[in-house]
């Protein structure tokens, strides 16, 4: 239904929402699905090899899907339009033309207004099946964002209040042929704000982000992507939607909800073991007895259990020993081998109801973080062997790729994190102030052999431990780990982001007086809750409680260290923006790097699409907004005049693009000398510091058009750092350093085996990509091949041409030709800055 439209561009704040005013301190409501109990966990028998299993589908359950176009309303009936679900209000508003693109110029805080008001998304549809047929039927929400009631037919069915949670409701008793479903939301900015007012005994910190952010206050108090009310790289975009599937299932007997494998290697017997755990709904009074045949034909292997489903919620679980006589390849990081994953057939053959077919892949690896005593170093080691191997983690930080969950599709991440593995990472952490990435992310990783390590989502802040707070949070953390324990990709469960740090350091200046009450809030909620739950789900990865941490030292002094970025122990944060970035003595020289960063602005071509020619400058009004790092524009001078000469063009266009480019050279030269300092300290004890086994650098992406310390734009064009990362974390690496007087070279090599290498430069020609042939006369530093909006990236930039000729090949994401890509072409290099 098309609403009261507005001109494009000429969207106004609508009349105040409707259900605004001061609410009860608690949503009272069922929570449905998501919390459920493990009601039974049955032992089952092996009884005998079986031939393999038929299949039917007949009886099985009935999934009608709720996706597609719903009604979307704002809270005093003033704004009605259609809204696709999956989705969110602002990109509705933005697809029927009722509001600008919202990342253009100054919009994030001219749209403000979307968010502080209350949506409702609603549609009927008709039952597509014989009701009396079926005992259950649920309305299922993969993902609501995030606070919302939920009614059917104009029954309350519960609520919710967890964007990161899975909500199935019964609905067997009231859907009738012809439905009327309804999500009503309320501005998760009034909610935050509600629990917080509501929170009376103490303050939880921060109360708001700093000004230069302009983001919205208490985002601790809900359950939602952090980084949705601002960042210090991020717009204040607080959404509202049905962000994920939201379906009908109907079904007899038995439902499977979660079905997952995780491996191990079983040391005594030198076998590979396969746990497969399956989660049920049992909706008969009676167990339920039956079969499961687990087949994975390329190992020769099929085994087949007798299994009892005992009414009501619970699990099995089912152990697969592999042959010893079957040779199983492992998953390998990228870099390491390759990442081969067997295809398996789960077949459940039950006598009552029907049979399941389950197509999986099965992966097999092994992953422990070892933090043991180091010779001739106090402290232990921090560092993560894959099948029992060291592997030195290279890689970045991942944050969500878009404000609006919903534009993010498949094409975005494999972009981005093939980009990664292209830039010889092998790894990433999901940073735990944005989403736990969808399952496409993750099939991603697994298939490039990217690992993961994956926050839970707390960052930044301190947090409540209220019984709902706290049931919520239990809620949301089973779910999760049940959803992505299958991953080998993933492997590390983390707490949180920066907490521990948070509380250590003192950051939000709490009497010393009160700190026990923190301490307690910190320890009840990472390690009695989800540390608790993480174990018991998911016995085949390592936990910490956050990120940086001592580890076991942290452990040893009551989970909070007195030191959290001490370089004896865990990972290591570590920022410093005034020194000369280029000398290396001023970076800690740490177990873990597992964030790290400078800023640079995105090119030209990107920032050109959010904004108008009266931006263009370095002081301009827009560029101040988007900066939102206290002082950040003025970092990356004062960092650019350590070494470069700053732009002085009279032309303002030209000044602005050079600056641009200096602080992409500086960035990528800051990062590259740091990286490889890490690097380099792999294998060294100095000073009883050393043995650095991870670099992750902040950050791979970014989530709009704006300075940021990320090496993707985004869109995915590749900034100068990223071109650097391809060299400074390629598996073999020369670093040349000096040290008071001598220059060292080391050599630093990821590979398995040592080698003699001859090198030799050679580019051989493919129909599907371009050849640049580039010719100088004299020796160009950083030179920088730059093609405007044609998607694409070149096998080198910014890099020192000491040789006549250069040969760079270009790669197109989408079709061009060299007309177009001559007619876009910008050469710069240190020498054209004026
Ligand atoms: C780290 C991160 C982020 C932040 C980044 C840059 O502390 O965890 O919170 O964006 O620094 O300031």
Known sequence: MAGRRRRRGAAAPPEPPARSGRRPCRL??????????????????????????????????????????????????????????????????????????????????????????????????????????????????EGVDTVAQILINNITLGRTDNMFNRYSFDITSVIKEVNFVEVRFLSAVSYAAEQSRCHKAYSIPPACPPPVQKGECHANFIRKEQCSFSWDWGPSFPTQGIWKDVRIEAYNHYHLIYFSLTSFFVKSAQQWSLEIESIFDVVSSKPIAGLVTV??????????????????????????????????????????????????TTTFIMEAGYQIEKFSKAYFRTVELVQEPIPGSPGLSFYFKINGRPIFLKGSNWIPADSFQDRVTYDTLWLLLKSAADANMNALRVWGGGVYEQDEFYNICDEIGIMIWQDFMFACAL??????????????????????????????????????????????????????????????????????????????????????????????????????????YGDTHFYDYSNDCWNWTVYPKTRFASEYGFQSWPSFSTIKKVSSTEDWSYTSNFSLHRQHHENGNDQMLQQIGHHFKLPQSTDPIKKFKDTIYLTQVMQAQCIKTETEFYRFSQSEIIKGEGHTMGALYWQLNDIWQAPSWASLEYGGKWKLLHYFAQNFFAPLLPVAYEDKGVLYIYGVSDLHADRKLTLRASVSQRDDVYIFVLQTTAIAPFVSLDVGRIKGRFSDNGFLMTEKKKVVVFYPWEPTSVEELEESLTLTSLVDVV
């Open 28 to 141: 009272s409501g069922r929570r449905a699905g998501a919390a459920m109990g493990r009601a039974a966990l049955l032992l089952l028998l092996l009884v005998a090899t079986a031939g393999r299993a038929g299949v039917s589908a007949a009886g099985g359950p009935e999934v009608h899907s709720l996706r597609g176009s719903w009604r979307l309303g704002n809270g005093n009936g003033s704004v009605v339009l259609r809204g696709e679900v999956p989705g969110c209000v602002h990109t509705a508003l933005h697809r029927r033309g009722l509001i600008q693109d919202p990342y253009y110029r100054f919009n994030d805080v001219m749209y403000r207004w979307i968010s502080l008001d209350n949506w409702t998304y609603s549609r009927t549809f008709k039952t597509p099946f014989d009701i009396r047929k079926w005992q259950k039927v649920n309305l299922v929400f």
């Open 295 to 344: 087949n994975i034909p390329k190992l020769q292997m099929q085994q087949t259990f007798s299994v009892k489903l005992q009414p009501g919620e619970g699990s099995i679980v089912l152990l697969v020993n592999i042959n010893k006589s079957s040779a199983v390849e492992a998953w390998w990081p990228n870099g390491h081998g390759k990442q081969t994953g067997y295809n398996m």
């Open 463 to 568: 947090y409540p431990t209220d019984q709902n707070y706290l049931e919520s949070v239990r809620a949301e953390v089973s779910h999760q780990v049940r959803r992505l324990k299958s991953h080998p990709s993933i492997i590390l469960w983390s707490g949180n982001n920066e907490n521990e740090a948070a509380i250590a350091s003192n950051w939000f200046s709490i009497p010393y007086a009160d700190r026990e009450v923190y301490i307690k809030d910190y320890v009840l909620l990472y390690v009695k809750n989800i540390r608790e739950i993480v174990l018991t789900e998911d016995k085949s990865r390592p936990f910490i409680a956050s990120s940086p941490t001592n580890g076991l030292e942290s452990v040893k002094e009551g989970w909070l260290s007195q030191n959290p970025y001490d370089t004896h």
